[in-house]
């Protein structure tokens, strides 16, 4: 048993995990607050957590897989679909009947078409040589249904892709069923891109924890990855009391347990006294290594590899030095709030979802106030519709019956081509549901009839709403470790409070800004490196004769 070591009770064989870059992060910075190597320990005390009250696990488990399917959706892909005129006023009535849009009823088509079984190529076929199809709409469907549709239409020659969908939507006309039922389960799913994990984890378990894991599994149909995911988010929410969990987690051991805790109180004792209140920032090295405890950020894999290129001039493991010297730079700089705001324009830009198209349809005399409105203020139908949709999600209120009463509207014989933010729409059907019904396009009609009777202070909503897009999280995986001293980090911090910034942002910028800006870097990079001041010519020397044989080694000639 070492000192180091502080007698940990081996607790099983481990089990690999995996947790997306956000989590795994929070988990490390909260376990290196308490204590080092606590990671495992930290990890386990959710998993206890979580088994202590099982009865709210299913809620939360659907309440996370829903929200991870609204953040992963994939956008509709839009198709064109050529019908006749029976057909076509067939399809309307279907759809108004049962409160939805024409796409929704083509998506329960498609898949009762792809799902059941019986012959399909001679109606395709026939359908394929049709010449009375007249009336065109768009629809939206799945880009995996029309993968799936492709290759089944395919097999005996060229894809007729068109002409299947045509034969499921009059085969669904002919015999609805329960299209209820099939509208709220198949309609509305969505193809979803797969999840984003970091590497693999691994934690050790116990036994008896594993069982009771694995048991809980079960029951949900899901499986230990997932609930270790749900724990660990649990735990972040709610991290209540966690150095004396994860202290009673590592110290697990009856006969040695008051000597281990006792030992591990003397520790942080002298590390505490080692640290005086008057004198945080700790004196530099004698043999001239970085201070100051590690800290772990997060960089895409190009920006960390540029790194490591442009700090392998200065000789090996430089990129903490390398990083120090960006941060004093951007600290200096008279110019970080302008550098930080152009960065988070070029990141959102670069992280922008594209508006999901929508088909607005008003009637005549709305129609007209509608694009007077739009003529006045010199917008788009797009920026007047965003605008009216976020001013109904933001006050909603009581429209039941406003909502049924335009789901009843006949004469809609006007359209406007506009689109949606993802997370706006999103937010319209949910609200819609709550009504018992598809009321969707009803309810953003609802939007724009409120907006165009009450246009308020139009102008400004449409230079701050209009414009704004939904961002796809930003991909960090990569993680490097800098060291900072005190004095260094009270610096970034008001640095951070003066710009409405975080340390991650602000070193995540300054380690762009070098990428950028390194020329003559060479003597800021001597002086972060080799700080101490009683041997310094002596480690400059040393320096430059390792780097004189390293750079012979490379064939360079020097």
């Known amino acids: 048993m070492s000192e180091t070591n502080m007698g940990r009770v081996p607790v099983g064989d481990p089990i690999p995990l995996r947790?997306?870059?956000?989590?795994?992060?929070?988990?490390?910075?909260?376990?290196?607050?308490?204590?080092?190597?606590?990671?495992?320990?930290?990890?386990?005390?959710?998993?206890?957590?979580?088994?202590?009250?099982?009865?709210?696990?299913?809620?939360?488990?659907?309440?996370?897989?829903r929200a991870s399917a609204d953040a992963r959706r994939i956008t509709w892909a839009e198709r064109p679909l050529d019908l006749d005129p029976a057909t076509s006023t067939r399809l309307n009535e279907l759809a108004h009947e049962f409160h939805t849009d024409r796409s929704a009823i083509v998506r329960v088509a498609v898949h009762r078409f792809l799902t059941g079984?019986?012959?399909?190529?001679?109606?395709?076929?026939?359908?394929?040589?049709?010449?009375?199809?007249?009336?065109?709409?768009?629809?939206?469907?799945?880009?995996?249904?029309?993968?799936?549709?492709?290759?089944?239409?395919?097999r005996n020659g060229d894809a007729l892709t068109p002409a299947a969908i045509r034969v499921a939507v009059r085969r669904l006309l002919d015999d609805p069923e329960d299209l209820t039922a099939d509208l709220a389960t198949i309609g509305t799913a969505r193809d979803l891109t797969p999840e984003v994990l970091g590497p693999r984890t691994n934690v050790h378990f116990d036994n008896?924890?594993?069982?009771?894991?694995?048991?809980?599994?079960?029951?949900?149909?899901?499986?230990?990855?997932?609930?270790?995911?749900?724990?660990?988010?649990?735990?972040?929410?709610?991290?209540?009391?966690?150095?004396?969990?994860?202290?009673?987690?590592?110290?697990?051991?009856?006969a040695n347990r008051d000597l281990l805790i006792a030992r591990d109180t003397r520790r942080r004792?002298?590390?505490?006294?080692?640290?005086?209140?008057?004198?945080?920032?700790?004196?530099?090295?004698?043999?001239?290594?970085?201070?100051?405890?590690?800290?772990?950020?997060?960089?895409?894999?190009?920006?960390?590899?540029?790194?490591?290129?442009?700090?392998?001039?200065?000789?090996?493991?430089r990129v903490s030095a390398l990083l120090r010297v960006g941060i004093r730079r951007?600290?200096?700089?008279?110019?970080?709030?302008?550098?930080?705001?152009?960065?988070?324009?070029?990141?959102?830009?670069?992280?922008?979802?594209?508006?999901?198209?929508?088909?607005?349809?008003?009637?005549?005399?709305?129609?007209?106030?509608?694009?007077?409105?739009?003529?006045?203020y010199e917008a788009s139908p797009r920026d007047l519709v965003a605008v009216a949709v976020h001013r109904l999600l933001a006050a909603p209120g009581h429209h039941r019956p406003t909502l049924i009463a335009e789901a009843a509207t006949s004469g809609l014989d006007e359209k406007f081509k506009v689109s949606l933010r993802p997370s706006a729409r999103r937010d319209i059907e949910?609200?819609?549901?709550?009504?018992?019904?598809?009321?969707?396009?009803?309810?953003?009609?609802?939007?724009?009839?409120?907006?165009?009777?009450?246009?308020?202070?139009?102008?400004?909503?449409?230079?701050?709403?209009?414009?704004?897009?939904?961002?796809?999280?930003?991909?960090?995986?990569?993680?490097?470790?800098?060291?900072?001293?005190?004095?260094?980090?009270a610096h970034l911090d008001a640095l951070a409070d003066r710009l409405g910034?975080?340390?991650?942002?602000?070193?995540?910028?300054?380690?762009?800004?070098?990428?950028?800006?390194?020329?003559?870097?060479?003597?800021?990079?001597?002086?972060?490196?080799?700080?101490?001041q009683n041997n310094r010519a002596h480690l400059l020397a040393k320096h430059a004769r390792r780097e004189k044989t390293r750079r012979t080694d490379r064939g360079s000639g020097t």
């Open 501 to 532: 910034s975080n340390r991650q942002e602000l070193v995540y910028l300054a380690a762009k800004r070098i990428l950028r800006f390194h020329h003559n870097i060479e003597n800021r990079m001597l002086d972060e490196m080799f700080r101490a």
């Open 208 to 254: 008896e924890l594993r069982d009771q894991l694995d048991a809980l599994a079960g029951r949900l149909e899901s499986d230990r990855a997932e609930l270790m995911r749900l724990a660990a988010r649990q735990l972040l929410a709610n991290p209540r009391d966690l150095e004396k969990a994860v202290t009673e987690e590592i110290y697990r051991g009856d």
């Open 19 to 65: 947790f997306d870059p956000t989590t795994k992060q929070r988990l490390e910075e909260l376990a290196a607050d308490i204590g080092p190597r606590r990671f495992g320990a930290l990890v386990r005390v959710a998993a206890r957590r979580l088994l202590a009250d099982p009865d709210r696990v299913p809620d939360a488990l659907n309440q996370a897989r």
């Open 117 to 154: 079984a019986g012959r399909f190529r001679h109606p395709v076929l026939r359908e394929n040589a049709r010449t009375d199809l007249t009336c065109r709409t768009r629809v939206y469907l799945n880009r995996s249904t029309l993968v799936r549709l492709e290759k089944l239409t395919a």
């Open 269 to 317: 004792q002298a590390a505490a006294a080692d640290q005086p209140a008057h004198a945080p920032t700790r004196a530099p090295s004698p043999q001239g290594n970085p201070f100051g405890r590690r800290h772990v950020y997060r960089f895409d894999e190009d920006t960390k590899r540029r790194l490591e290129k442009l700090a392998d001039d200065y000789g090996p493991r």
């Open 330 to 376: 951007l600290i200096g700089s008279p110019r970080a709030d302008v550098d930080l705001a152009q960065a988070r324009r070029a990141n959102a830009q670069a992280r922008a979802l594209p508006h999901d198209p929508v088909t607005l349809k008003l009637d005549s005399p709305t129609a007209v106030r509608f694009r007077t409105l739009a003529s006045l």
């Open 430 to 489: 949910q609200l819609a549901d709550r009504h018992g019904t598809r009321l969707s396009s009803a309810l953003v009609r609802v939007a724009v009839r409120r907006l165009l009777d009450n246009p308020a202070d139009l102008a400004g909503d449409l230079e701050n709403i209009a414009p704004v897009h939904d961002l796809r999280p930003a991909e960090r995986t990569a993680r490097v470790d800098v060291a900072l001293d005190d004095e260094l980090l």
